[in-house]
């Protein structure tokens, strides 16, 4: 099994910086596809972002890009999402995933098979 544990949220105002954490067990994330997603009230969960350890290739969504980086620590069996010049409307449900599968693709839903619990964004004007 595969256990995911999110952390670092928080409030912080509008062009602030946060960053999160994902930490897993039950499996290396070198291992896994891993990725960070975000769910507003009465929105569709939305990705932000993908990252494969074993190369440490990264894909971003385009509201996020350039102000967002995933990163990892495989010591830690942990990856982080930097969020930087944070915008009041990314306030969300901040959720960490991991997928198994080798033909999954890093911004697409369907390739995560594992979700931590979420953990909340608050971004003020």
């Known amino acids: 099994q595969v256990q995911l544990v999110e952390s670092g949220g928080g409030s912080v105002q509008a062009g602030g910086s946060l960053r999160l954490s994902c930490e897993a067990s039950?499996?290396?994330?070198?291992?896994?596809?891993m990725g960070w997603f975000r769910q507003a009230p009465g929105k569709e969960r939305e990705v932000l972002a993908g990252?494969?350890?074993?190369?440490?290739?990264?894909a971003y969504a385009d509201s996020v890009k350039g102000r967002f980086t995933v990163s990892q620590d495989n010591a830690k069996n942990t990856v982080y999402l930097q969020m930087n010049s944070l915008k009041p409307e990314d306030t969300a449900i901040y959720y960490c995933?991991?997928?198994?599968?080798?033909?999954?693709?890093?911004?697409?839903?369907?390739?995560?098979?594992?979700w931590g619990q979420g953990t909340q964004v608050t971004v003020s004007s």
């Open positions: 995933a991991a997928g198994r599968s080798r033909f999954a693709s890093r911004l697409d839903r369907r390739s995560y098979d594992y």
């Open positions: 039950g499996v290396p994330i070198s291992s896994l596809l």
């Open positions: 990252i494969w350890p074993t190369s440490a290739s990264t």
